[in-house]
């Protein structure tokens, strides 16, 4: 049974930067892309980025080109390193594993981001 954690959320300020990090635990299929998907409360959940084994990478449109993700196979760590953070940022951040293309049935418990002005 795959387990994710997530971890390093937090408050910032507009502007600033944060990394996330999701450790997974048990094995998970080469098949598998990790990713991450973030939540507001009473909206969809949306796609942010995802990033294959053999670090393939997946952008969603929301935070292009302020995102970086990134993996550590051998810790079977991903991270997600977000900059220039903007107030509508704010939103639970969720690790998940799945198959492109495919909705993802494997989730951590999330972590909370907040982005003050």
């Known amino acids: 049974q795959v387990q994710l954690v997530e971890s390093g959320g937090g408050l910032v300020q507009a502007g600033g930067s944060l990394r996330l990090s999701c450790a997974a635990s048990g094995s998970i299929p080469s098949s598998y892309v990790m990713g991450w998907y973030r939540q507001v409360p009473g909206k969809e959940r949306e796609f942010v980025a995802a990033i294959s084994g053999s670090s393939s990478i997946y952008y969603g449109d929301s935070m292009r080109g302020r995102i970086t993700p990134s993996r550590d196979n051998g810790k079977n760590t991903v991270y997600l390193q977000m900059n220039s953070l903007k107030l509508e940022d704010t939103a639970m951040y969720l690790c998940?594993?799945?198959?492109?293309?495919?909705?993802?049935?494997?989730w951590g418990q999330g972590t909370q981001v907040t982005v003050s002005s």
């Open positions: 998940a594993a799945f198959i492109l293309g495919y909705p993802p049935h494997v």
